[in-house]
């Protein structure tokens, strides 16, 4: 059964960390404190979707080591790519 109250405080912690990368973007911060606030709040919310909404939370830890596997290739190739473009 699932926890309709685990999942609104959810909900309401990803709209609140949205809204604070969006006053950041527009509040005048310096380039780089700006962007490192709004890389961890991002990284945030997407623990918490891949841990409660795609509920990764109750599965084994063998399944949650793969994903993350597959997000560490992904950022990595990702990474190689924008320095090629350069």
Do not use: C, D
Not at 13 to 33: D, N
């Amino acid at each position: 059964m699932t926890n309709t109250k685990l999942y609104t405080i959810i909900y309401v912690v990803l709209f609140a960390s949205a809204t604070v990368q969006v006053l950041v973007e527009f509040a005048g911060v310096a380039y780089w404190t700006a962007f490192g606030l709004i890389i961890v709040l991002s990284a945030v919310k997407a623990v918490l979707v891949a841990a409660y909404f795609q509920h990764l939370r109750w599965e084994p830890r063998s399944l949650t080591y793969l994903v993350g596997i597959g997000l560490a290739a992904a950022l990595a190739l990702t990474l190689a790519a924008s320095y090629s473009i350069l």
